[in-house]
């Protein structure tokens, strides 16, 4: 998968050359690129903002140099993102959908964000992740991409996307490893005991106690089998 990823922070973007997706991108199973928009702006002062028409506070990101940033990668199979608060809520599935695309652009937003009609001409998804406002579009975009890079094939391991938050619905089992007594807490003994049936229902039970507890919401329509 080719992701193209347009800001004007290209710094901010130093974690993705670190661990799984650093691997993934030396591997060629992720074609990430990381694009200057101010390198696209006219302005001899490489001036990228402009003031809102109407007012207001705060300034806007100028049309053209996003515009011709976007344009340099825009290919037929291209789909552009754009990460903002107004956009629909990020989740498990729509990474999973993401995942499927063969090109992505992102536009990294900043100051108070971009002019509406680049979402119009590109047809651009808003994608909020969550409801609280970030400084701008790079942290968002670093958390999505994080996320739908994972159902790249060949990026992480099939194994580790069949047990995990969300896959069925439910939030992950607590997990353990050595030792088995820490600070005086010992390690649930089914574990210990190597009974794969009896972990199995062990860990669905605690998986639907904790999303009880955290995420109530994601049991609303699921049948509660305890
Ligand atoms: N830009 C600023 N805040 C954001 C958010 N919550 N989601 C996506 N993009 C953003």
């Known amino acids: 998968m080719k ?14 050359e670190e661990s799984i997706i650093s691997r993934a991108r030396k591997k060629g199973v992720l074609d990430l690129n990381i694009i200057d928009i101010r390198s696209f702006t006219l302005d001899k002062h490489k001036k990228c903002d402009d003031a809102p028409f109407g007012g207001g506070a705060g ?3 100028q049309v053209q140099p996003v515009y011709d940033a976007v ?3 825009l290919k037929k199979n291209s789909k552009v993102v754009y990460p903002s608060p107004s956009g629909r809520v990020f989740n498990y599935n729509m990474a999973k959908e993401l995942a499927k695309e063969k090109h ?4 990294c937003g900043h100051y108070e964000g971009i002019d509406e009609r680049l979402i119009d001409i590109f047809n651009a998804q808003e994608i909020s992740i969550g409801d609280y406002v970030l400084t701008g579009g790079e942290i968002p975009t670093m958390a999505i991409v994080d996320a739908l890079a994972r159902f790249v ?3 992480i391991s099939e194994d580790s996307l069949s047990e995990e938050s969300f896959s069925d619905g439910l939030l992950e089992y607590p997990q353990y490893t050595r030792p088995q007594v820490f600070e005086g807490r010992s390690v649930p003994e089914v574990l210990l005991r190597g009974n794969h049936q009896e972990i199995a229902k062990f860990r669905h039970a605690e998986s639907l106690k904790k999303t009880k507890k955290n995420r109530p919401d994601l049991l609303k329509g699921v049948q509660d089998e305890n």
């Open 3 to 16: 992701i193209d990823i347009l800001t004007l922070f290209p710094e901010s973007f130093k974690p993705f």
């Open 59 to 61: 300034m806007l990101m």
């Open 71 to 73: 344009k340099s990668v």
């Open 104 to 107: 992505l652009i992102f536009i």
């Open 153 to 155: 094939p060949g990026v």
